[in-house]
């Protein structure tokens, strides 16, 4: 018997069969490659991106080949440059417009080419990013500026308090998570030491001529950290001149809470020279930003001097932090060829609380308002912020000041009707106790006893509250590394509150 033993191999396109006996060499041509699409299944893409994924193929040419998106989300997508899979408009998280709002968006990509054609579904899943979008926000629609239509933080929170002074508190912030520091408007400075709840004081009247009438005082202040448990402190104070009038003053200490609270003698960095008879509108805030200084300068209820260039009222100042800890106005402010070289910016009425937001490199203001017209600002250097020559409020009891808005003037992020009396503000990153704040500008309000929590990161403004009526007049407030928040408040007596 004779065998048969065949052999296949490939030359080219075409597959031999040879074999030894009766039927010699035959050969039949390649099945056709399959067409596959090569492009991952579930895809991830940051919000407000429009790029998602470079589409290619296997064993098809794409100069070819026909493309098309299907499925339930395809009208969100296109296929720019022939391949890339792409938004059609950049997608908002916080606004998701997948088929079943998941912020994950089903498609199927199809391809054909020849004879051949594949399809593969894809989930592409928009994911979020902190945002701080600054408007235009204008017109400010009713919901966005009245309280009363704000929503509750939905986060449990349990307040308790934690210690009481005889009179308002004014300023507070943790030097560390052990030791929360503020100041009493009538001159003390008051450590809380939350390890063993003892409680330090420093009076500043041994030192300072503090002006105590009215809303002047002790204020605000930062601090940048030294060696072992010292702190360099900037704060700001009212103080009294020879003829009985009062300025805003700034100074510097070191503080050290070795054992209780070690305060230096102040130092006496900047006083202004307006020698006015007011007893209001100091401002009165203190933010540190890298080895700058920013200080809020009220308008001591003299509009015109908000706006005069010459005139430290009404104004944002800027100081540069020298190596020896003086501060000098900074080089590169905008005024300082009008005889004042520390201011900043203009047209501000009583601004009490500035902050930055880091991730962003944005400094922000609170400022009061007359009746109505409360705002929160971006502080850029040489703005006029318009007052009185432009505001939302009006004269207590009624009447026009200003108009609402001058195209040439910096208008606010948002006003509030009616007034919130708005104090300090924080730009707060990220909570682990308290999530609804994330990515949020926190807002102590004065007048209604709340704290109102600000978003910024979707087409307009988002606020939330959370209600502490009952508990005083919110003045200052400051979150540990668990998030919790500590807040004083400006009533009398004083008192230290943990929310946890």
Sequence with gaps: MLRTITFVFAVGSMLWLSGCGRSGSTYIEDAPPSLAIDVDENLVVEENLT?????????????????????????HFELV???????????????PASDDSDNTYEITIEASSGTSSASKALAVTVIDVQELHLGPYFPITENERDYLNYDQVDSNMIVEELHSEDTKFWGGKFLDDDHFLATRQDGFFVLYDLVDQEVHRFDVNETIDLFKQGQGGLYNFDFRTGSDNNFEIIFAAAVMNDDRTAELAVYSSTISITDGLTVSAPYRQYKTEVNSNSEYHFGGDVQIVGEQVFVSSGDRHCRPCAQD?????????????????????SLDNPFKQLGRPEVFSKGHRNPQGIDVAVEFDTV???????????????????LNYGWPLATFGEEYGGGIIGVER???????????????????????????????????????????????????????????????????????????????????????????????
Excluded: C, W
């Excluded at 922000?364 to 040489?382: K, M, Y």
């Excluded at 209604?448 to 200052?476: C, H, T, W």
């Design 81 to 95: 440059a022939g391949s890339q899979l792409s938004f059609v408009s950049a997608p908002d998280f916080e606004n």
């Design 364 to 382: 922000l203001a609170a400022e009061h308002g007359p009746q109505g017209g409360d705002e929160i600002n971006v502080l850029t250097a040489g």
């Design 309 to 329: 260039e010459g005139d430290q009222r009404g104004k944002i100042l800027r100081f540069d932090i020298q190596d020896d800890g003086k501060l000098v106005a």
């Design 51 to 75: 790029t998602v994924a470079d589409i290619k193929l296997v064993n098809g040419d794409l100069q070819d080949a026909e493309l098309q998106i299907t499925g339930p989300d395809n009208e």
């Design 406 to 500: 001058i195209d040439e003037y910096k208008d606010s992020v948002l006003y509030y009707l009616p007034s919130i009396a708005p104090r300090e503000l924080k730009y707060v990153e990220q909570n682990e106790l308290f999530p609804e704040l994330d990515n949020s500008i926190v807002i102590a309000s004065l007048k209604f006893e709340m704290l109102v929590v600000l978003k910024l990161n979707q087409a307009r403004p988002q606020q939330k509250v959370i209600d502490l009526a009952g508990y005083g007049r919110i003045s200052s407030f400051d979150i540990n590394s668990k998030g919790e928040i500590f807040f004083v408040t400006h009533s009398t007596p004083g008192k230290l509150f943990r929310i946890r």
